[in-house]
């Protein structure tokens, strides 16, 4: 059974930084494209960053340049950073986890394993 648990998120002032971590058990981290997806109240789960086998790096427009998701293999984690940070990126966050392929790699149905999520509050 894998699972998966996000850590590093909090309350920071706009402008600031955090980085979240996902560690993967029961699996390698190796196995699964990965992504994180987050989610405001009244909204829809997006996708911010994904990562695949091979360890290269996707994002949506809104996230480039500020985003920037990595993945260590001998800690089994993956991390997310995020820079610049804005109101509108508080939501909770999601470590997601896909063992097939899918060119949707953007669409949350596509992931078979979630974390928890881990709240994020950027204040003006």
């Known amino acids: 059974q894998v699972q998966l648990v996000e850590s590093g998120g909090g309350l920071v002032q706009a402008g600031g930084s955090l980085r979240l971590s996902c560690e993967v058990s029961g699996r390698t981290v190796s196995d699964y494209a990965m992504a994180w997806f987050r989610q405001a109240p009244g909204k829809e789960r997006d996708v911010v960053a994904g990562i695949r086998w091979s360890g290269s790096m996707t994002y949506p427009q809104s996230a480039k340049g500020r985003f920037t998701i990595s993945k260590d293999n001998a800690k089994n984690t993956v991390y997310l950073q995020m820079n610049s940070l804005r109101p509108e990126d508080t939501a909770v966050y999601y470590c997601?986890?896909?063992?097939?392929?899918?060119?949707?790699?953007?669409?949350?149905?596509?992931?078979?394993?979630w974390g928890q999520g881990t709240q994020v509050t950027v204040s003006s």
């Open positions: 997601a986890a896909r063992g097939r392929y899918s060119s949707r790699w953007y669409d949350h149905r596509e992931y078979e394993y």
